[in-house]
């Protein structure tokens, strides 16, 4: 399983403004069953990269190829799709909903899967008790801690079973317990088969990983 | 998933964002019942001015044609036979010259003109019925009544030459013969033509003024046509139908000028709410939402809202309407301009989410 390349970076090029370029002809393969860890200093373009590997935003030249095809410069809702069914993705700020309650944002990809609820809600819960965030019902992203946020957030990238699995700094808030819960899911999910990029500076998560990449 | 089931997540999900944000979903339903009601107010009260001022001048004194004859120019009461003939003619009555009569009762009392009157239409006046012997009978108004002294229409009054009638009932007097009070008339029939020294008719409409004047003064058969005189309200006619010509205009260009007014606003106003979420389109996109499901999302959410608004908007403007005594717009115009403000604020978030949209998700998320 490991030899699968799951998901590719060829000569990829990227710069918000195309005259200072963040990324240059960057290219690396991450296989099926691997957490492979991206460090860089601050302001680096980490999470760029992971930004332009997770379709949310169109290389200038290269390629992103998922098993083996081109997905960077498919149809927006071909995209779109994608994002939706193989994606799981941890923002940095986690990005939750600040109206909607913790159980909705976690749950709030199966409208764009177009997959029923009552199941997705089922396992939302369970990912919650396993992340040590089930909060009383309707609580908000307002009332929880950056550390919690950051575990809700990763109850949301987990949901649909994701091939592919990109955490910016899924670690970055939280003591070493929860450190050690978010690094066993991000394992347990590369043991289901999915390729796992994380972009941390917590060398205690990068020793766990199976690879490093410096940016 | 089955479409149905598809469509009803996106209700669902339009909903709970719409309750999610309760002051944008107010601000939402306020700023479209706002731009419904204020065009059915203006308008509504705009119909009922204008009926108000057309009603005022649209009396039968504005279509009236009035002949004075002297005494010897040789009118009598044949020419109402000749009117007969002539279209456009509401009433014709022919009055004949004035002579006194006071109460029986008291010799010497307050005088009072009578004239002899025929009209084949005399229950304008509130005559229904004619006494079998006409010129023995009389009809007073209560002005001259109250002149008389007989305010119950009971009696008797006398002329100068001693001959009496009986008091026979009240007068309605229309405004067009206000200007022959204090009035008492004796009806006569056409077997018992007289001199006519007034002869009024009323035409059908206000344009029809100028050519009944000419058909009737054809057919008069005056002797001496320079002892007749001919007054008209021709131009308060004319004028009536520039009056009403403008108010239609005026009431048509103040709708498009409110409508136009509040629809700038209620637009500023959803372009500036859909701005304020463009990080929420741009979370909603990286997650795996479609370009057209953000847009039916929205347009579901401000479809819904609007609705709410507009049919707040309406109620509010109806009750509004009625209890200022104002005459409701149709049932039809409450209905177009509630689906004209719906949308109005449909397409004013459409814009934004469509730009936004289409943006790069990642541009969207990290907005400032
Ligand atoms: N929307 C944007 N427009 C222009 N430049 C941007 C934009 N977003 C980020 N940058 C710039 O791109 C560079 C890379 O940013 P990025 O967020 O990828 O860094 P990073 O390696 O994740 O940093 P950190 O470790 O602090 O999270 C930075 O210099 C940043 O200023
Ligand atoms: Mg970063």
Redesign the interface.
């Known amino acids: 399983m490991v030899d699968t390349i799951r998901l590719a970076a060829r000569d990829i090029t990227f710069g918000y403004v195309p005259t200072a370029p963040i990324l240059s002809d960057w290219s690396a393969d991450f296989h099926a069953g691997e957490v492979v860890a991206i460090t860089g200093p601050s302001g680096r373009g980490k999470s760029t990269l992971l930004?332009v590997l997770?379709l949310?935003?169109?290389p200038t030249a290269g390629q992103v190829q998922i098993d083996g095809t081109d997905a960077a410069h498919r149809r927006?809702?071909d995209r779109?799709?994608?994002?939706?069914?193989q994606?799981g993705?941890v923002?940095q700020d986690a990005?939750l909903?600040a109206?909607?309650t913790v159980l909705?944002n976690i749950i709030?990809?199966t409208?764009?899967?177009?997959?029923?609820?009552k199941p997705a809600i089922r396992r939302a819960h369970e990912l919650m008790d396993q992340f040590g965030v089930a909060l009383r019902a309707g609580a908000k992203p307002g009332q929880v801690s950056g550390g919690q946020a950051q575990r809700i957030a990763l109850c949301?990238a987990l949901l649909n079973d994701p091939q592919i699995l990109l955490a910016d700094e899924p670690t970055g808030n939280l003591d070493p317990a929860s450190s050690d819960l978010v690094v066993d899911a991000v394992h347990a999910q590369a043991h289901r088969g999915a390729a796992v990029i994380v972009v941390t500076h917590d060398p205690a998560l990068v020793a766990r990983c199976d690879r490093r990449l410096e940016l | 998933m089955s479409a149905l089931r598809r469509w009803a997540a996106v209700v669902r999900e339009a909903l709970a964002t719409a309750w999610a944000q309760p002051v944008a979903s107010v601000v939402t339903i306020v700023m479209v019942a706002g731009m419904c009601a204020t065009v059915l107010l203006t308008t509504g009260r705009t119909v009922g001015a204008e009926q108000a001022v057309l009603g005022s001048i649209d009396s039968e004194g504005t279509r009236s044609i009035i002949i004075r004859a002297d005494t010897d120019a040789g009118l009598d009461a044949t020419v109402l036979d000749r009117l007969a003939h002539i279209d456009g003619i509401q009433w014709a009555g022919a009055f004949g010259i004035a002579q006194d009569v006071t109460n029986l009762q008291f010799a010497g009392a307050t005088k009072v003109p009578m004239r002899l009157a025929w009209s084949s239409q005399l229950n304008h006046l509130g005559i229904t019925t004619l006494p079998p012997v006409s010129n023995a009978s009389i009809w007073a108004s209560p002005t001259a009544l109250a002149g008389l002294g007989m305010p119950d229409a009971v009696g008797a009054v006398v002329d100068d030459s001693g001959v009496d009638f009986a008091v026979t009932g009240s007068l309605t007097v229309p405004d067009f013969l206000a200007f022959l009070e204090p009035l008492v008339i004796a009806p006569q029939t056409e077997n018992t033509p007289g001199t006519v020294a007034v002869l009024i008719v009323i035409a059908d409409r206000p344009d029809l003024v100028a050519p009944v004047s000419d058909a009737v003064r054809s057919v008069l058969a005056v002797t001496d046509p320079a002892k007749v005189t001919l007054t008209t309200s021709e131009n308060l006619a004319a004028l009536r139908g520039l009056v009403e010509g403008q108010l239609d205009s005026f009431g048509r260009s103040l709708v498009v000028v409110v409508f136009a007014l509040t629809a700038v606003l209620v637009a500023a106003i959803l372009y500036g709410l859909v701005m304020l979420r463009r990080k929420d389109f741009g979370r909603r996109r990286a997650l795996g939402a479609s370009q057209a499901l953000i847009i039916s999302l929205l347009l579901t959410q401000t479809g819904a809202l609007a609705l709410v608004g507009a049919t707040i908007g309406s109620i509010a403007a109806s009750i509004g309407l009625t209890a200022s005594g104002d005459p409701l717009p149709g049932w039809d115009f409450v209905g177009a301009v509630a689906l004209l403000s719906t949308t109005i604020g449909v397409i004013a978030a459409l814009v934004p989410a469509l730009a936004a949209a289409r943006r790069d998700p990642l541009k969207e998320l990290r907005v400032p």
Do not use: Q
């Open positions: 930004y997770g949310m935003l169109k927006d809702a779109a799709g994608l994002r939706a069914h994606y993705f923002f990005a909903d109206t909607r909705d709030e990809t409208l764009y899967r177009g997959t029923p609820r949301r």
